[in-house]
């Protein structure tokens, strides 16, 4: 058990709905990643939060959007879902977000837009 | 950008032979960090090791060993003894060492499926 925990655990939704995706890091961790999972893209960053604030932007699509609040949890939000955005997405944390830091994962949450 | 590749899609081992995986990585930075991430059919990612690139000496973590080789920008995995517990998918990744824009991600490769067998 890395310490990180996502909810839900699974997701059916339909195209073109919205939902969000739960994070909560490692007790004392500020900085928090999101990658995403799929067949075709493999593991790609998108976004990172660090103490509350956008640290950094990967390959993340305008539909997707993510914050992270004051007790450091941290939320994925995607809309207008479309088919292709049916994966696996992991949120990772580290104590501080520096190069040096291992990055440890969630168990996931596996989305599947039908 | 930094690239990672791994060259094995596929590979399989017998219980308690021992196996390596290989992984080469594309930088022009000169401090990094590499890691071995496992990921068994639960789907969870999970931590096997990780190299830091100024370390001459090479990582070990129990039956799980690197062998990196800088200049040829290589990091392969040695598992010793390997067990049934083994098989999962094994991704290598890349981390620069620096701390602003998205060097803080992790660059992964796309994995290989380690099939162990009786």
């Known amino acids: 058990d890395s310490g990180v925990t996502q909810t839900p655990k699974h997701l059916i939704t339909a195209t073109g709905q919205r939902v969000t995706l739960r994070c909560s890091p490692r007790?004392?961790?500020?900085?928090v990643y999101w990658y995403q999972q799929s067949l075709d893209q493999g593991l790609q960053f998108l976004i990172q939060y660090y103490n509350g604030e956008e640290r950094a932007k990967g390959n993340i699509l305008e539909r997707f959007s993510a914050q992270q609040f004051p007790d450091l949890h941290s939320e994925l939000n995607l809309s207008s879902l479309e088919l292709g955005d049916s994966a696996l997405y992991f949120c990772?944390?580290?104590?501080?977000?520096?190069?040096?830091?291992?990055?440890?994962f969630g168990p996931g949450t596996r989305l599947l837009v039908l | 950008a930094q690239t990672v590749t791994q060259s094995q899609p596929e590979m399989s081992v017998q219980e308690a032979e021992t196996v390596t995986l290989s992984c080469t990585y594309d930088?022009?930075?000169?401090?990094?960090?590499l890691f071995w991430y496992k990921q068994p059919p639960s789907r969870q990612m999970i931590l096997v090791i990780r190299q830091e690139a100024y370390k001459q000496q090479n990582a070990t973590e129990n039956r799980f060993s690197v062998n990196f080789q800088k200049a040829a920008k290589s990091f392969s995995l040695k598992i010793s003894d390997s067990q049934l517990g083994d098989a999962a998918m094994y991704f290598c990744?890349?981390?620069?060492?620096?701390?602003?824009?998205?060097?803080?991600?992790?660059?992964f490769g796309t994995g290989t499926r380690l099939q162990v067998t009786l």
């Open positions: 990772a944390s580290s104590p501080t977000g520096q190069g040096r830091e291992t990055q440890y």
């Open positions: 007790s004392g961790d500020l900085s």
């Open positions: 930088t022009s930075e000169s401090d990094y960090y």
């Open positions: 990744a890349y981390r620069s060492s620096t701390n602003t824009g998205t060097a803080s991600k992790l660059t």
